[in-house]
T-cell receptor
Framework: DAEITQSPRHKITETGRQVTLACHQTWNHNNMFWYRQDLGHGLRLIHYSYGVHDTNKGEVSDGYSVSRSNTEDLPLTLESAASSQTSVYFC??????????FGQGTRLTVV | AQSVTQPDIHITVSEGASLELRCNYSYGATPYLFWYVQSPGQGLQLLLKYFSGDTLVQGIKGFEAEFKRSQSSFNLRKPSVHWSDAAEYFCAVGFNYGQNFVFGPGTRLSVLP
């Protein structure tokens, strides 16, 4: 079955380090998204991509970057991790009908 | 700009009671509307979606939702809540044919035995 997977599921890192969160989908969707989830804020869009080599900034993109070298993967990089980036991160992809599929999430703690 | 509001942050109901979770959106055209459920430590699972047609849509786990264009609402309902329904519920608006989504802040549902 097609799926979307995120790794790692949990990560602890130190302030100032670069961190990359992986997202891999086997749905062959062009559209992929990264969200962060924080108490009281729901899901907020970080970055998104509509296809290979396409990337766009979302609502809370500062301090994050993404790259899209193939259809299946959209890794999220925190250039220099900050405590404010402690959060749960969700990757999603969507099909042409508008249905978004979500990964299981990555819990990131920056100490 | 598109937005989604869920007026209730936390709702507590007794098992077997009926449930209605509210969702209002702001979007100029006909939106795609979704309800997702998130259990603790889990990702989001789609409960139901509305794209067009019948304004009352049925979803999984006995949930239904009604799209009311005049009220810009898409409220989620269940006639009889089960303890396993305790979770966080998110309403979302999709637009541009699945190219963008906006989520509400979520409503946490607690179920009393």
């Amino acid at each position: 079955d097609a799926e979307i997977t995120q790794s790692p599921r949990h990560k602890i890192t130190e302030t100032g380090r670069q961190v990359t969160l992986a997202c891999h989908q086997t749905w062959n969707h062009n559209n992929m998204f990264w969200y962060r989830q924080d108490l009281g804020h729901g899901l907020r869009l970080i970055h998104y991509s509509y296809g290979v080599h396409d990337t766009n900034k979302g609502e809370v993109s500062d301090g994050y970057s993404v790259s899209r070298s193939n259809t299946e993967d959209l890794p999220l990089t925190l250039e220099s991790a900050a405590s404010s980036q402690t959060s749960v991160y969700f990757c999603a992809s969507s099909d042409p009908t508008g249905f978004a599929f979500f990964g299981q999430g990555t819990r990131l703690t920056v100490v | 700009a598109q937005s989604v509001t869920q007026p209730d942050i936390h709702i507590t109901v007794s098992e077997g009671a009926s449930l209605e979770l509210r969702c209002n959106y702001s979007y100029g055209a006909t939106p795609y509307l979704f309800w997702y459920v998130q259990s603790p430590g889990q990702g989001l699972q789609l409960l139901l979606k509305y794209f067009s047609g019948d304004t009352l849509v049925q979803g999984i786990k006995g949930f239904e939702a009604e799209f009311k264009r005049s009220q810009s609402s898409f409220n989620l309902r269940k006639p009889s809540v089960h303890w396993s329904d305790a979770a966080e519920y998110f309403c979302a608006v999709g637009f541009n044919y699945g190219q963008n989504f906006v989520f509400g802040p979520g409503t946490r549902l607690s179920v009393l035995p």
